[in-house]
């Protein structure tokens, strides 16, 4: 833990007092979204202290060319970056001709935040003494529509406390924006027009590059008392942005109200040259409805989503407060409505990893996505890998593979890989098997065997080819190799047979050629015309057996462990308990060839195969590798403590469980990692879910029968959670004294629970 400010609440973040310090750590923290766009928690008036200003619109990416200082061949050309959208939130103020900016106050008292999760808002209260004496009391209340996407509302709320006052209102919106992170600093927008209409602005611009048309939309009223003020606004712009003045005379204790809506149309969703038209047809809608109308209907959409995807947990309000933010920001990044969309590792909260599609989708956001919605959201996102299997098979043919050969991007906002480190662009290749295993955990889970026939087997397919191009034969060992590659762990970079990377190759080998077979027997017509498209032939099936059934397994007779990798033993083999704490984080204080040559693991490496492949392994085994490795890990990715809580749970170890679960939970929350300014963790939030269904909730499907193991942490005295299994709802609760399962209709369900059969009727 490195901070400890907000406030535990049970629905709610709460911030009280400001700190300077703590300003862009909120900006993260507070950030809000609504699956289309989403922005950082900027002040809408200006700030002039350090701050890191982002607005960002869901799909619309830059190339950004690649900067490295030696290129080599098969290097991705650039990394995608998510952009730093025009700006539509700002509001400056004036009170008796002097800016309200919170830097410049003399004094700030009653400062407070808060993120309603349950209701969809975020909302910023205090009272300040600007430089020329005046006092005035500021409520700011801001939200992202999920009933109008393109749409977000602020209600700012001014009363002078210790004088009557001239306030002016300049809301804006502005074009001139640049990115925290880029590679040359390159212009990322084109503006090309620029218009204002009464209340009303607009600017019209694209990307550079990919051209993604966009229209910055505002809309602004004036209320005192409450009161529409009829006022007509002055109106500056130029060619990068537009603003409007509103100028009002309020008297001691008054409350002047400035109502803006604003949000983009993009053509990705209306035709290019009809973008303003659509904004106005949208500020018409919401316009129409009015601030609280719209903020109601949040409350309902919001109300919606938590009846299905709550965790309820009683007895530990930091535990539950962690997991509903987790599931909160989840839910404002993907809403399932759109298979062009995916889930980026910060989400809309900022610009680090270029706020593209990792593997993190497939190892473990499916199955929050799979469980809390219908199976549709979940095939979505298998279908979004489908249609990028063109691209994945030009992502091999760069790299010299062959025949169809499938390698799917690390890092994609198009199907193209735009990662731009080599250890990661070449070697970390164990990603082909996680899009791999997404099929099989959602075919497995929603038993809906028709995506696999559609489209799946084709990717299985494409990503069998590239194994077997991608081992080689080891005359010495009589085995198939896998060498220079990177796995889970990436403080282990350019290493031979990675177990991990070795073990979902054979998996995927065998699961491509079993579903190649149920294809056969069940769907003649498709696999008739996959094998025309792909020209599979019988001699490349029985290649791929051989492979399979030759691959070798680093393996340690003196431990009785799969090592993680060739030459593991050759460490030293010092535990992180006899780390200097003052050395943690290892990656912000030692050197990456001090990193490269020591035995500490990110993440769950080797453990990431017994979490996938648990079936395959006896509770010996994970506890003889779980005692192994997990004293090695440091857990400095945002992907560690979700797995290694789920495993210690398994083993029964429900302390050290829980340990991880409140590590994973309130990893940006408390800033475990020290970088929670730079944006929010939101692929691993889906990994703090699983930490409770799959973990302490012990849920498993096996032979095509939903299992549970309950436990329980002692801290807690329950804990609840609903699934969505094949269209059934299926509430679980687990108390101190046992467990509850209850349906919601329909026909009888059988579940087992610690390997009992019970039959379920609503």
């Known amino acids: 833990m490195n901070q400890d400010y907000i406030q535990p609440h049970p629905w709610s973040l709460i911030e009280e007092g400001f700190g300077k310090e703590r300003v862009k750590s909120s900006e993260s923290l507070f950030s809000i979204g609504n699956g289309a766009m989403g922005q950082r928690a900027n002040f809408e008036e200006s700030y002039?202290?350090?701050?890191?200003?982002?607005?960002?619109?869901?799909?619309?990416?830059?190339?950004?060319?690649?900067?490295?200082?030696w290129w080599k061949n098969g290097y991705p050309e650039?990394?995608?970056?998510?952009?730093?959208?025009?700006?539509?939130?700002?509001?400056?103020?004036?009170?008796?001709?002097?800016?309200?900016?919170?830097?410049?106050?003399?004094?700030?008292?009653?400062?407070?935040?808060?993120?309603?999760?349950?209701?969809?808002?975020?909302?910023?209260?205090?009272?300040?003494?600007?430089?020329?004496?005046?006092?005035?009391?500021?409520?700011?209340?801001?939200?992202?529509?999920?009933?109008?996407?393109?749409?977000?509302?602020?209600?700012?709320?001014?009363?002078?406390?210790?004088?009557?006052?001239?306030v002016v209102f300049k809301p804006y919106i502005d074009a001139g924006i640049t990115n925290e992170d880029s590679n040359w600093d390159d212009k990322f927008w084109n503006t090309t027009k620029v218009t204002s209409e009464k209340n009303r602005a607009f600017i019209e611009s694209h990307t550079m590059k990919t051209n993604f048309k966009v229209c910055t939309f505002m809309h602004s009223e004036l209320f005192l008392d409450g009161n529409k003020s009829e006022i007509n606004p002055t109106s500056k712009k130029d060619e990068l942005s537009v603003g409007h003045s509103y100028v009002v005379d309020v008297k001691k204790g008054q409350e002047v109200t400035l109502v803006k809506y604003g949000g983009y149309t993009v053509d990705r969703n209306h035709p290019a040259d009809k973008l303003q038209k659509a904004a106005n047809?949208?500020?018409?809608?919401?316009?129409?409805?009015?601030?609280?109308?719209?903020?109601?209907?949040?409350?309902?959409?919001?109300?919606?989503?938590?009846?299905?995807?709550?965790?309820?947990?009683?007895?530990?309000?930091?535990?539950?407060?962690?997991?509903?933010?987790?599931i909160f920001q989840l839910n404002q990044t993907y809403t399932g409505t759109d298979s062009r969309?995916?889930?980026?590792?910060?989400?809309?909260?900022?610009?680090?990893?270029?706020?593209?599609?990792?593997?993190?989708?497939?190892?473990?956001?499916?199955?929050?996505?799979?469980?809390?919605?219908?199976?549709?959201?979940a095939r979505k996102l298998l279908k979004y890998r489908y249609n990028h299997l063109e691209k994945a098979i030009e992502n091999a043919e760069k790299l010299g593979f062959k025949n169809g050969a499938a390698l799917y991007p690390m890092v994609t906002m198009n199907g193209e890989e735009c990662h731009n480190e080599w250890e990661i662009t070449f070697e970390e290749i164990h990603r082909n098997g996680a899009i791999a295993y997404a099929i099989y955990n959602y075919t497995r889970?929603?038993?809906?065997?028709?995506?696999?026939?559609?489209?799946?087997?084709e990717v299985l397919i494409g990503i069998a080819r590239f194994w077997q191009q991608r081992v080689n034969w080891s005359e010495n060992r009589k085995k198939y190799v896998m060498l220079g590659v990177t796995g889970p762990n990436e403080y282990e970079n350019n290493v031979h047979n990675n177990w991990y990377t070795n073990y979902i190759a054979k998996w995927c080998l065998e699961y491509a050629l079993e579903q190649l077979d149920h294809v056969q027997q069940n769907y003649p017509a498709d696999y008739k015309r996959i094998i025309e498209k792909t020209k599979l032939t019988n001699d490349e099936t029985g290649l791929w057996k051989k492979v399979a059934a030759h691959m070798y397994f680093p393996y340690s007779e003196e431990h009785g462990v799969y090592l993680q990798q060739d030459g593991f033993l050759?460490?030293?083999?010092?535990?992180?308990?006899?780390?200097?704490?003052?050395?943690?984080?290892?990656?912000?204080?030692?050197?990456?060839?001090?990193?490269?040559?020591?035995?500490?693991?990110?993440?769950?490496?080797?453990?990431?195969?017994?979490?996938?492949?648990?079936?395959?392994f006896t509770v010996d085994e994970l506890e003889k590798h779980f005692d192994f490795y997990e004293p090695f890990t440091v857990h400095e990715s945002s992907l560690s403590p979700c797995v290694h809580s789920v495993q210690a749970a398994k083993l029964?170890?429900?302390?050290?469980?829980?340990?991880?679960?409140?590590?994973?939970?309130?990893?940006?929350?408390?800033?475990?990692?020290?970088?929670?300014?730079?944006?929010?963790?939101?692929?691993?939030?889906?990994?703090?879910?699983?930490?409770?269904?799959?973990?302490?909730?012990?849920?498993?499907?096996?032979?095509g029968k939903l299992c549970f193991a309950p436990k329980i942490p002692e801290q807690w005295e329950k804990?609840?959670?609903?699934?969505?299994?094949?269209?059934?709802?299926?509430?679980v609760t687990i108390t101190q004294e046992g467990a509850n399962f209850d349906i919601d209709a329909g026909e009888p369900l059988e579940i087992l629970v610690n390997e009992k059969p019970i039959t379920l009727s609503a």
């Open 281 to 326: 047809n949208v500020l018409d809608k919401v316009t129409m409805v009015g601030f609280h109308g719209l903020l109601q209907k949040q409350k309902e959409a919001w109300a919606q989503i938590w009846e299905m995807s709550d965790i309820a947990i009683e007895g530990d309000i930091k535990a539950q407060q962690g997991i509903r933010f987790n």
């Open 48 to 69: 002039s202290g350090p701050t890191f200003q982002g607005s960002y619109i869901a799909g619309v990416y830059y190339p950004d060319k690649t900067r490295v200082g």
């Open 445 to 457: 889970y929603t038993e809906d065997y028709s995506y696999v026939p559609e489209m799946g087997l």
């Open 341 to 377: 969309l995916n889930i980026g590792p910060k989400g809309f909260t900022g610009e680090k990893y270029g706020g593209s599609t990792y593997w993190d989708t497939e190892a473990y956001c499916i199955p929050f996505y799979m469980a809390t919605k219908n199976q549709e959201v």
């Open 652 to 703: 029964n170890r429900m302390e050290q469980a829980y340990t991880f679960y409140l590590r994973t939970s309130r990893l940006d929350l408390d800033d475990y990692n020290k970088e929670v300014e730079e944006g929010l963790h939101i692929t691993s939030m889906a990994g703090t879910w699983m930490s409770i269904v799959e973990g302490f909730g012990g849920m498993r499907v096996k032979d």
């Open 719 to 731: 804990y609840s959670f609903k699934i969505n299994f094949r269209d059934r709802i299926l509430k």
């Open 78 to 166: 650039y990394f995608a970056k998510v952009l730093n959208a025009p700006n539509w939130i700002g509001i400056d103020v004036e009170i008796n001709g002097t800016p309200l900016d919170l830097a410049t106050c003399s004094n700030i008292k009653n400062f407070r935040r808060e993120l309603n999760m349950k209701e969809g808002w975020y909302q910023r209260s205090f009272t300040a003494t600007i430089p020329n004496n005046i006092e005035v009391e500021v409520v700011a209340t801001r939200f992202l529509s999920l009933s109008h996407d393109e749409v977000g509302a602020i209600k700012f709320e001014i009363t002078p406390i210790n004088s009557d006052a001239s």
């Open 570 to 616: 050759d460490k030293d083999l010092v535990r992180v308990a006899n780390l200097d704490r003052k050395e943690r984080p290892i990656n912000q204080h030692w050197s990456w060839d001090r990193i490269l040559r020591s035995p500490y693991i990110k993440q769950a490496d080797t453990l990431q195969g017994f979490y996938f492949f648990e079936d395959h």
